[in-house]
């Protein structure tokens, strides 16, 4: 690709490949056998955040794992019951831990700031069953399911969850939450799954204004379980549970369209940054697509009732929950992060998901050689898309970039 007087190396636009890979690799953890209902990880796939819920007597500390689930060690924080919902900040270091009691209708939020040291405990936001970070960790969206007769609501915080703010969205029975990087997009859906009467279908709602109105959809009527969204908040995944399939949306919820994966009682879903990687778990399996959900990948797992999974920005490293009293299991794949180029002004702007694992941008400027240079610009983070980015200028002559790890 040549952009002005550079070209980007043909070794840098590499794609995900390895399939099988991808959807077939899986390892059971270190983490105690435990009735896990709650996981989410960092953009990186390095910090694991895990929470037990359930109900049945099942309760215990919130674990974390900082090494992409090698291990895992249990929080001087809250303990989960019931129902649980986890999120993380994209660099891992703000972590939040949501419980909510469908018996006596209540629960608590709480927080950590330094990857789980530390917790604030029983913030308000009267708990849920579903929180969204964005990626900074300053904007967040929960959701109450309420009674089984009185309904629930969403509140939202702009402080990390210190404080938290009523929305006008509808006092229905809330069932998930998911979140653009920026915050400004939300996805909720409504099902009351989670609380003590049967389950009744509900509709999904969408926000493009942080919380503050909250518009209906197109989607079906459905027991929507689970939604995730791409940093952007345009491709948006929602999975049925009870015997149903998993619904795509490309264009921030305006439209909806059933998957082609199978029925099933899905439990959970989660998204890559692009939205081109998903994985979708329920009773007895999980199931991947590599290519936005056009088609989707039977994982061999063991048969058990998968109740939450999570994913690293780039997709490659996964992480998956087991109830009834299984563990957490983590799948690696090798990243291969696509280095986009383009043109600013007299710069050269290179950008790339944030890979799983370390990469190191080099330049060249002859391809015929092997004199590969670290570029020492420093890259930065960009919040809004979870990409990193340099700004190299754009000298005379030829150049050629590359990914390496």
């Known amino acids: 690709m040549k952009l002005g007087s550079f070209f980007l190396s043909v070794a840098a636009l590499v794609s995900f490949q390895s399939v099988c890979a991808y959807s077939q690799t899986w390892t059971q953890t270190s983490a105690p056998s435990n009735f896990w209902f709650a996981l989410a990880s960092s953009a990186d796939g390095r910090t694991l955040v895990a929470a037990i819920g ?13 090494n992409s689930g090698a291990s895992w060690s249990p929080t001087d924080g809250p303990y989960t019951t019931y129902r649980a919902s986890v999120a993380s900040s994209a660099d891992g270091t703000k972590l939040w831990a949501v419980t909510w009691d469908p018996i006596h209708n209540g629960g608590a939020v709480y927080f950590s700031t330094n990857a789980g040291a530390t917790w604030n405990g029983g913030s308000g936001g009267g708990g849920g069953v579903g929180i969204a970070s964005s990626a900074d960790g300053t904007k967040l969206a929960l959701v109450n399911p309420g009674g089984s007769l009185s309904g629930g609501g969403i509140a939202i915080s702009t402080n990390s969850g210190v404080t938290w703010i009523p929305t006008t969205a509808p006092n229905v029975p809330w069932s998930s939450v998911a979140s653009s990087a920026d915050g400004t ?27 503050a109105t909250w518009n209906l959809t197109s989607a079906p009527t459905n027991i929507w379980r689970s939604v995730s969204s791409s940093t952007d908040g345009t491709k948006l995944v929602a999975a049925v549970s009870g015997g149903g399939t998993i619904y795509l949306s490309t264009n921030a919820g305006n ?35 590599t290519n936005s959900g056009a088609t989707w990948i ?46 600013l002004q007299t710069n050269t702007h290179l950008s790339w998901i944030v890979p799983a694992l370390d990469f190191v941008l080099q330049k060249n400027s002859d391809l015929s050689t092997t004199n590969w240079m670290d570029v020492t610009n420093a890259r930065v983070l960009n919040l809004t898309n979870l990409q990193y980015e340099v700004t190299m200028p754009l000298l005379p002559g030829s150049g050629y970039y590359r990914l390496k790890h």
């Open 185 to 211: 997009k939300l996805v909720a859906a409504v099902s009351s799954v989670d609380v003590p009467a049967p389950a009744t279908p509900g509709p999904i709602y969408t926000s493009i204004d942080s919380g």
């Open 255 to 289: 439209t909806w369209s059933a998957s082609s994966a199978p029925d099933n009682d899905w439990l959970s879903v989660a998204s890559s940054a692009d939205g081109s990687h998903l994985l979708a778990s329920g009773v007895g399996w999980i199931y991947a697509s």
């Open 54 to 66: 359930g109900g049945g007597g099942q309760n215990g500390p919130v674990f974390v794992s900082t």
């Open 298 to 343: 039977s994982n061999q797992v063991p048969s058990l009732v998968w109740r939450a999974v999570a994913s690293s920005a780039d997709g490659s490293k996964l992480a998956a929950a087991a109830t009834s009293s299984e563990g957490l299991y983590i799948s690696q794949s090798t990243p291969a992060p696509l280095l986009g180029i383009t043109p």
